[in-house]
C-alpha cells in the first residue's frame, strides 16, 4: 500500500496523548459512609469493573477512528510499481500493398485503422509512422481523419529500417518505459533482424492475417515476334496453384481492344498473346478482376512511334560490319572516312565510333571531347598501326587512360566481365566453354577504366564505362578474328542502344530510373511529366541532342505519363508498381525470441490501462471512521 501524502502519517504519533492521558490520569476517591455497605460490596465491584472496560473499549474506539481519519487524509492506494513511470508509445503501422489483402469484408489495413481507433485512450499521446508517413506526439482524435483517408503505399520497410526509425521516436533519458507496437502481415520477404536494435523497448508483434491467401498477378509484358505487319504482345501472371483460369482484358486508350482467358498451370504460371499492327500507336492497360490484392490487378504500357539511335562510324571503307549490327529498324547508322566527315553532324549523334584511323587529328579530339562533355557515347577501335600520340591527345582525358607499346604476340580474350553494364542479361550464366577470340597485336594500356574484356594473361583488351570505351587492338581480320566471335554483336549493339535509354514498354517503380528524351531544349526551357491534373518536374541533365530524365521520388502512383515541352506531348512514358508484395506468404511469427511479446492491439492497450491503473483507498478508511463513530455512539448509549 502505497500513500500519496505520505507525511501526513507523521500524525499517528498524535495517538499516544490520550493513551497517556488514560493511563496517567490520577483520581481521588472520596470515602462516603453508607448503611448496608456489607449488602451493596457486590455489586460496587461489579460497577467499577463495568466502567473500566468501557473506557478501555472507548479510548480503542476514539484511537481507530482518528487513525482511519488521518490514513483517509494520507490517500492510501494500490499500484504496479511501473504505474508513475512516464510510458511512450511508438507504432508502426504498415501501410503497403500488401495490406490490401481481406479480413472479414475489410482490408487488412481498415481493420488495423479501425481498432487503433477503438483501442487507443483519448488522453493517451503516441507516435505513429508508416512506411511513408509520421504522426508524431498525437492524439487519436487529430489524426483519426488521416488514418482513416490513409493511401497504400509501394513502400515496404525491412525490420531493421523500422527499428532504426523507431529509435528516434524515444527518449534517451532511460526513465521512461518505451513500446514498439509493430502492425503489419509481416510479408515472408521482411526479413527478421539479426538482433533487436531497441534493447530497451518492449515490442509487441500485431499480425493481420487475411481470410483468404489467394491472388492473382499480372506480372510482365513484352513483345515476342515483329513481323513485316504484326507484332505480338504476350503478358505473363502468377496466381497460387488452385487457381484455373481468369479473364484478362486489354485496352487502348479508352477503347477495349480485346480480351482473352489466362489459362494457368500446375505451377500457377500463364501467359496470354495479343496481335498488334506493326506501326500501331498503343496506350495499353491489362486489367483482371480477381479477391486478392488490387494493386496488380492491372499493368500499363505504352508503344510510340520507334526513336532510332544514331551511330556514326569514322574510318575506313571496310566498317561494313558495323552497318550490319546497327539495322535500319532501330538505329540511323551513318559512316564516314576522315576526308569526308562533315563535323557539324558530331553534336547530333549518339555513339560515334572511331573505326581504326591510324591517326586523330587534333580537331576531331576537340570536337570528340565536346561531344562526350555533352553526353555522347564514344567508341575508339586503333589501328594495327596507328599514331601512339594522337591517340593519347583523345584518350588522356577519360580515366588518365594511354596507350603505350605495341605487343606483337598472339593472345586469346578468355576474360569477360560478366557483371559490366555493357554485357548485363546479355548471358544466362558465366560462359567458361566458348571459342575464344584471339588477336596478333596489341598496345599495353595505363588507364584507371574497368576492365570488360581481357587477354588470358590478364591484360586488357576493351575498357571503359559510362559511354567511354576503347578497345586494344585492332579487330580488323588482319589482326584479329573478333568479328566472327558471337561476342561482337552484344558488344557493340549494347554500346549503341545503350548509348540513348529509350523508354521501355514500361518502368518498374522500384528504385532510380533514368531515360533519354531524343530533344533539344532552349535556356530556361525544361520538361515536365504529367497525368491527368498531376504534374511534376523530374531531375533532368541536357545536351546537344538529348535529355536525360531521372526519376526517383516521383510519380507516386502507376499509368501512362506523357512527357511534353511547353504543352507539346514528346513522348509517353508508362510506370508499374513492383510485384514484389504479390506472393501472400508469411513470417512465422513463433520464431521470434522470448523478449519479444505477440499481442492484440486491443489487449496491449487493456494491459497498459491495468498497469497504470491506481486502486484509491482513502473512502475505505472515511467509512471504517464512520464506523468506529457509530461504535462509541453505541457504546455510549447502551454500555452501562
Do not use: C
Amino acid at each position: 500500500m502505497q500513500f500519496k501524502y505520505p507525511e501526513l502519517l507523521w500524525a499517528l504519533f498524535l495517538l499516544l496523548i490520550p493513551i497517556f492521558i488514560h493511563l496517567f490520569q490520577l483520581r481521588r476517591f472520596k470515602k462516603t459512609p453508607f448503611t448496608n455497605v456489607k449488602l451493596l460490596q457486590r455489586v460496587v465491584a461489579k460497577s467499577r469493573k463495568s466502567k473500566t472496560l468501557k473506557k478501555w473499549l472507548l479510548l480503542l474506539t476514539r484511537l481507530f477512528l482518528f487513525a482511519a481519519l488521518i490514513l483517509a487524509f494520507a490517500q492510501p492506494f494500490f499500484a504496479e510499481k511501473t504505474a508513475f513511470l512516464k510510458k511512450e508509445i511508438v507504432i508502426y503501422l504498415d501501410d503497403s500493398f500488401s495490406m490490401q489483402a481481406k479480413k472479414d469484408g475489410n482490408s487488412l489495413l481498415n481493420n488495423a485503422v479501425q481498432e487503433l481507433i477503438k483501442s487507443i485512450p483519448e488522453s493517451h499521446n503516441f507516435t505513429l509512422f508508416t512506411n511513408e508517413k509520421i504522426f508524431e506526439d498525437a492524439s487519436m482524435s487529430a489524426i483519426q481523419n488521416d488514418l482513416l483517408t490513409l493511401p497504400y503505399s509501394a513502400k515496404q520497410l525491412q525490420l531493421d529500417e523500422i527499428f532504426l526509425k523507431a529509435g528516434t521516436f524515444f527518449n534517451t533519458d532511460g526513465e521512461t518505459i518505451q513500446n514498439l507496437i509493430l502492425i503489419s502481415d509481416f510479408q515472408q520477404r521482411i526479413a527478421l533482424p539479426d538482433q533487436d536494435s531497441l534493447n530497451n523497448a518492449r515490442t509487441y508483434w500485431v499480425q493481420m492475417s487475411p481470410d483468404n491467401l489467394k491472388n492473382v498477378s499480372l506480372d510482365s509484358v513484352y513483345l515476342v515476334n515483329q513481323g513485316s505487319e504484326n507484332m505480338e504482345l504476350a503478358a505473363t501472371l502468377t496466381a497460387d496453384r488452385e487457381t484455373t483460369d481468369i479473364p484478362v482484358s486489354f485496352t487502348n486508350g479508352e477503347d477495349l481492344v480485346a480480351k482473352t482467358a489466362a489459362i494457368f498451370d500446375d505451377n500457377g504460371q500463364a501467359t496470354v498473346n495479343f496481335t498488334l499492327g506493326k506501326d500501331e500507336i498503343i496506350q495499353g492497360r491489362l486489367e483482371i478482376m480477381d479477391s486478392g490484392l488490387v494493386y496488380d490487378n492491372q499493368l500499363f504500357f505504352n508503344i510510340d512511334e520507334k526513336e532510332k539511335i544514331k551511330v556514326l562510324a569514322i574510318g575506313p571503307e571496310d566498317g561494313q560490319y558495323l552497318g550490319r549490327i546497327y539495322t535500319e529498324d532501330e538505329f540511323l547508322f551513318t559512316s564516314a572516312t576522315l576526308r569526308t566527315l562533315d563535323y557539324g553532324i558530331l553534336e547530333n549523334q549518339n555513339l560515334i565510333v572511331l573505326n581504326e584511323i591510324k591517326e586523330i587529328p587534333s580537331t576531331l579530339s576537340t570536337s570528340l571531347h565536346s561531344f562526350t562533355d555533352n553526353g555522347g557515347w564514344l567508341t575508339v577501335i586503333p589501328a594495327i598501326d596507328m599514331d601512339v600520340a594522337s591517340y593519347n591527345v583523345l584518350s588522356s582525358r577519360y580515366f588518365s587512360s594511354n596507350y603505350g607499346q605495341k605487343i606483337n604476340s598472339v593472345r586469346n580474350i578468355t576474360t569477360i566481365s560478366f557483371s559490366h553494364p555493357l554485357y548485363r542479361n546479355v548471358f544466362e550464366k558465366d560462359a567458361t566453354n566458348f571459342q575464344y577470340p584471339q588477336v596478333s597485336s596489341f598496345y599495353k594500356m595505363n588507364t584507371f577504366a574497368p576492365n570488360i574484356l581481357g587477354f588470358e594473361d590478364n591484360t586488357t583488351f576493351l575498357l571503359g564505362s559510362n559511354g567511354t570505351f576503347f578497345f586494344t587492338a585492332s579487330i580488323s581480320s588482319e589482326n584479329s578474328n573478333f568479328k566472327n566471335s558471337p561476342l561482337i554483336v552484344p558488344t557493340f549493339y549494347n554500346m549503341g542502344s545503350n548509348s540513348l535509354k529509350l523508354p521501355e514498354l514500361y518502368m518498374r517503380m522500384d528504385g532510380q530510373i533514368q531515360v533519354d528524351v531524343p530533344t533539344a531544349l532552349q535556356k530556361d526551357e525544361i520538361l515536365k511529366v504529367a497525368k491527368n491534373d498531376y504534374e511534376f518536374i523530374p531531375l533532368q541533365r541536357s545536351s546537344a541532342n538529348k535529355v536525360s530524365l531521372t526519376f526517383q521520388e516521383n510519380p507516386k502512383t502507376d499509368g501512362i505519363y506523357r512527357i511534353h515541352k511547353n504543352g507539346e506531348t514528346i513522348k509517353n512514358i508508362s510506370f508499374n508498381y513492383s510485384r514484389v508484395e504479390s506472393e501472400l506468404n508469411y513470417l512465422d511469427l513463433n520464431t521470434l525470441s522470448d523478449s519479444s511479446n505477440t499481442s492484440s492491439i486491443s489487449s496491449f492497450f487493456d494491459a497498459m490501462e491495468k498497469d497504470n491503473s491506481v486502486t484509491e483507498l482513502w473512502k475505505w478508511f472515511v467509512i471504517l471512521a464512520l464506523l468506529f463513530l457509530l461504535v462509541e455512539i453505541l457504546i455510549q448509549k447502551y454500555f452501562p
